[in-house]
Nanobody, 124 residues
Framework: QVQLVESGGGSVQAGGSLRLSCAASKYTYSSNYMAWFRQAPGKEREGVAAIYTGRGFTYYDGSVKGRFTISQDNAKNTVYLQMNALKPEDTAMYYC?????????????????WGQGTQVTVSS
């Protein structure tokens, strides 16, 4: 059973930083996508960033580009999301997703595995 376990969420003030981690167990993610999504109350889940693990290519939503960085540690089977210059509008539950079947990295319905989520709250 593949498991994705997120950690690193918390509460920070605007302008602060957090680093989220997604540890993948029993999953070999070579040459596929792992991504971070977020969902705020009353809103749809949206793609934040993704990494193509085989080549290290990264992709970002325009709302976080320049502030967030997605990275991977192959030895630890872990993907990170470094979030800097956080804004109140970044407040959401953040989810890790893995194993994109096909299509765009933004398409949440194409991922086969999901974590349970970690809450990020940014106060003004």
């Amino acid at each position: 059973q593949v498991q994705l376990v997120e950690s690193g969420g918390g509460s920070v003030q605007a302008g602060g930083s957090l680093r989220l981690s997604c540890a993948a167990s029993k999953y070999t993610y070579s040459s596929n996508y792992m991504a971070w999504f977020r969902q705020a109350p009353g809103k749809e889940r949206e793609g934040v960033a993704a990494i193509y693990t085989g080549r290290g290519f990264t992709y970002y939503d325009g709302s976080v580009k320049g502030r967030f960085t997605i990275s991977q540690d192959n030895a630890k089977n872990t993907v990170y999301l470094q979030m800097n210059a956080l804004k109140p509008e970044d407040t959401a539950m953040y989810y890790c997703a893995a194993d994109l079947a096909y299509g765009s990295w933004r398409d949440m319905f194409r991922y086969n595995y999901w974590g349970q989520g970690t809450q990020v709250t940014v106060s003004s």
